[in-house]
Nanobody
Framework: QVSLVESGGGLVQAGGSLRLSCAASGRSFSTYAMGWFRQAPGKEREFVAGIGWSSASSYADSVKGRFTISRDNAKNTVYLRMNSLKPEDTAVYYC???????????????WGQGTQVTVSS
């Protein structure tokens, strides 16, 4: 069992930066693949970035070069650094834990409650 708590969301102007954190409790955090997803109003939840136990990472095309995912296994925490934010990045951001990095929500067994990111133009 893994419990996930996101933090770091907020309101930022276009072009600004934010760093989201996801703190995990439970055993064997280092063995999980971790993902960040987002969901805008009226849209489906979509994959943003993922990082494996070995720190191999994957990104959605829409955030490549702007977002960076990282993890600190000693702190049981995964991060999402978001630079050059755009209004279309506005969404609730969720972290998730699963057995491997995929873009499908169904492959992640554990989810946080989400944190709101709002980018103003």
């Amino acid at each position: 069992q893994v419990s996930l708590v996101e933090s770091g969301g907020g309101l930022v102007q276009a072009g600004g930066s934010l760093r989201l954190s996801c703190a995990a409790s439970g055993r064997s955090f280092s063995t999980y693949a971790m993902g960040w997803f987002r969901q805008a109003p009226g849209k489906e939840r979509e994959f943003v970035a993922g990082i494996g136990w070995s720190s191999a990472s994957s990104y959605a095309d829409s955030v490549k070069g702007r977002f960076t995912i990282s993890r600190d296994n000693a702190k049981n925490t995964v991060y999402l650094r978001m630079n050059s934010l755009k209004p279309e990045d506005t969404a609730v951001y969720y972290c998730a834990a699963g057995s491997r990095i995929t873009t499908r929500t169904s492959t992640y067994a554990y989810w946080g409650q989400g944190t709101q990111v709002t980018v103003s133009s």
